[in-house]
C-alpha cells in the first residue's frame, strides 16, 4: 500500500526516463515537450495505486502506468490541432510551437509508443493488457467524435452527453485502475469494481469541471470563469438548457449562441443567469453527487480492508471537494 | 505453396470481413471508406506467400496480414491530412469527403484497429509480432517525417534519399514478409533473409516508381508523367541532380524550383533534359538493378527448395519489369 504522493513521486521519478530515439529530432523533440509540460499525471498513479491494494512492489505496474500517460498526452496532441487549442498547461501547443503536421505525425509516433511502453508488462498479463488498451483507446476516439459532432448540435441530451463524456473522458480513469489491479493479481469481480469505481468517478469529475468553469472561484480553479459559455461548449449546462428552456428562454439562448459580436462578461452573466433560471446548478450538484456516490459504492465492493481503500476514498473525496 | 493470385484472392474475400463498430458513423465510415477503395493488396498478399512457404495452411497468417494492410491504409490517410492531397486511387481522399478532423480521427482509429487485428495471432508468436509491428510503424513515421523535412532542403544526399525511402516505404514490405515466415515457423536465418529480400526490393520498387514518373507511358503507367517533376518532389532524380548539377545547370535548376508560374510542359521537358545531361537515368536503373539482385541473393539464401520460392523470384521480377 502507498500514498497518493507516493505514488505520483514514482511516476514522476519515471517519466523522464522513457526510452524513445533522438532521431528524426523534429518528430521525437514534441513528444518530449508535452511530456515535460507536466500535468497532474493523475492516471498513472491511480495505476499504481490500484496494484499497491494488492502487493507491495508495484514495480510491475510502473511501465504500464506510464504507457496511459504518454497514451493521454498523444491525445491531447490530436486533440489540440482538431480543436485549434493554442494553449495547453499555459504553455504553447504542439501544432502552434511546430506545425499541424508535425503535432499529426509526432502524436502518430506517441500512439505507437505507448503500445510499446504496455507491451513491456509482464507476459502472463500483457495480452489482456493490451485488449484492455485497445479498447479503451478505440472507446477515447469514440468519445472525440461525438464531441465534435455536438459543435454543430442543437438536440443533445443529457444520455447523449454522459455517453460522450463516459467514452471521452471516464474509461480512461476505470482502465487504469483497472490495470493496476490486474497486474496486482486482483480477483474479477474487484477488478470489475475498480474499474466501474473509476468509470462514475470519471463522469462525476467531468460534471464538476463543468460546474467549477461557471461558479468556481478563478483564484482557487486557476483560471477564468466561463471559459465555456463564450466558446458555446456544449456542457452539462448548455446541454440541458437546450433541452428544458421554453419559449422566450429558449429564444434568448439560441440568439446568444448564434450571436458573432457581444460583450464577454455579459454573455456570461446572461447565460449564467438562465442557468440559474432552470435550477441547473442544483441539478449538476445532484448528478454530480450521485455519480460520486456511485462511485463510493462500487469501491465499498472491492474485497479489502477498509484501511487498504481508505487511500482512493480519500481521492475520490478530494476530487469532489474541489472548491468553488 | 501458393499463387500470388491465390494469395491476393485470400485478402479480397477477407478484407470486407474486418469486424470494426458502425457507431459512431462518421468515425468509422472513413476507414469503410479507404479500404474499399481498394488498392493493390501487395503487402497482405506477401505475408501470406511468406507464409504458405513454410505451411500449407495460412489461416493463422491471415489477420496479420490484414493487420498490416489496415496500418497501411492508416498511413495512406494521414499521409494525405499531411501532403494535402486531394485525390487517392482516382477518389477524392477522406479530408476531402469528409474534413482533416475526421481524417485525423478515424486515422487514429484505424492505428488503434491495426493493432486489435495483429494481436488475433496465434498466442506464440502473438508478442513478437506486435513487437515487429511497433518497431515498423515506429520507423514509418520516421521516414514520413524525414521526407517532409526533405521539401525545405536543397542538400539531401543520395544516401539520405535511400534511408529516407527504406524508412518510408521498404521496411513495411520486409515486415510484411517477415510476419508471414514467423507465422510459417521459418528458421531464424529464413526470417532474416525474407526481411532483407523485401527491404531491398521495397527499395528498387521506389526508384523504379521515380523512374516511370520520367520516362514511364503515361498510357501504360496509367498517369501522367512529370508529376514528381512539377511538385519539385525530392526523388532519386532531384536528389542527384541537386548534388551534382554544376554551374549553369545548377542555377537553372534552382531557378526552376523557385519559379513560382511555368509552363508545365516546359518545366517537365526542360528538367528532365537536365536528368538526361547528367545521365541520371542511367544511374538510377544501375541502381535499382544492384538492389533487385541484392533482393535475389537474400531470396537465394532461403533454405527452401528453388519450386517453392519460384513464386516470390516471379513477383520480385514483375516489379522491376513494370514497363517504360
Known amino acids: 500500500m502507498m500514498t497518493f504522493e507516493q505514488s505520483l513521486d514514482i511516476i514522476c521519478e519515471n517519466i523522464g526516463k522513457i526510452d524513445y530515439p533522438q532521431h ?9 515537450y508535452i511530456l515535460e509540460l507536466g500535468g497532474k499525471r493523475v492516471r498513472p498513479a491511480l495505476t499504481l495505486l490500484a496494484c499497491s491494494l494488492y502487493k507491495d512492489n508495484v514495480s510491475d505496474a510502473i511501465e504500464p502506468a506510464l504507457a496511459w500517460e504518454v497514451f493521454h498526452n498523444f491525445t491531447l496532441m490530436h486533440d489540440d490541432v482538431m480543436d485549434q487549442a493554442d494553449i495547453r498547461r499555459g504553455k504553447p501547443t504542439v501544432h502552434k510551437v511546430w506545425n499541424k503536421n508535425t503535432a499529426i505525425l509526432s502524436g ?9 511502453i504496455m507491451a513491456k508488462a509482464p507476459s502472463g498479463i500483457v495480452k489482456s493488457l493490451l485488449e484492455l488498451f485497445s479498447k479503451t483507446a478505440a472507446e477515447i476516439c469514440e468519445g472525440q467524435q461525438l464531441d465534435m459532432e455536438f459543435e454543430t448540435r442543437l438536440d443533445v441530451t443529457e444520455k447523449e452527453y454522459l455517453e460522450m463524456i463516459r467514452l471521452k473522458t471516464a474509461v480512461m480513469i476505470g482502465a487504469c485502475l483497472k490495470t493496476g489491479a490486474m497486474i496486482g493479481g486482483a480477483k474479477m469481480s474487484d477488478i470489475s469494481s475498480l474499474y466501474e469505481f473509476g468509470i462514475n468517478l470519471g463522469l462525476a469529475f467531468q460534471i464538476q469541471d463543468d460546474l467549477l468553469d461557471i461558479y468556481g472561484d478563478p483564484v482557487i480553479f486557476g483560471k477564468a470563469t466561463g471559459g465555456d459559455i463564450l466558446c458555446n461548449k456544449k456542457t452539462y449546462f448548455l446541454v440541458n438548457a437546450l433541452q428544458r428552456a421554453e419559449e422566450e428562454d429558449k429564444i434568448f439562448l439560441l440568439n446568444r449562441l448564434e450571436a458573432k459580436s457581444y460583450d464577454d462578461n455579459e454573455k456570461i452573466r446572461e447565460i449564467t443567469a438562465l442557468y440559474n433560471r432552470l435550477q441547473l446548478r442544483e441539478q449538476a450538484e445532484k448528478k454530480m453527487m450521485s455519480l460520486y456516490n456511485k462511485s463510493i459504492s462500487e469501491l465499498e465492493m472491492v474485497d479489502l480492508p477498509e484501511s487498504k481503500k481508505a487511500v482512493l476514498y480519500e481521492f475520490a473525496g478530494q476530487l469532489i471537494e474541489r472548491k468553488y
Open 24 to 32: 528524426p529530432d523534429l518528430l521525437y523533440a514534441p513528444i518530449r
Open 108 to 116: 502518430d509516433s506517441m500512439l505507437i509508443l505507448a503500445y510499446r
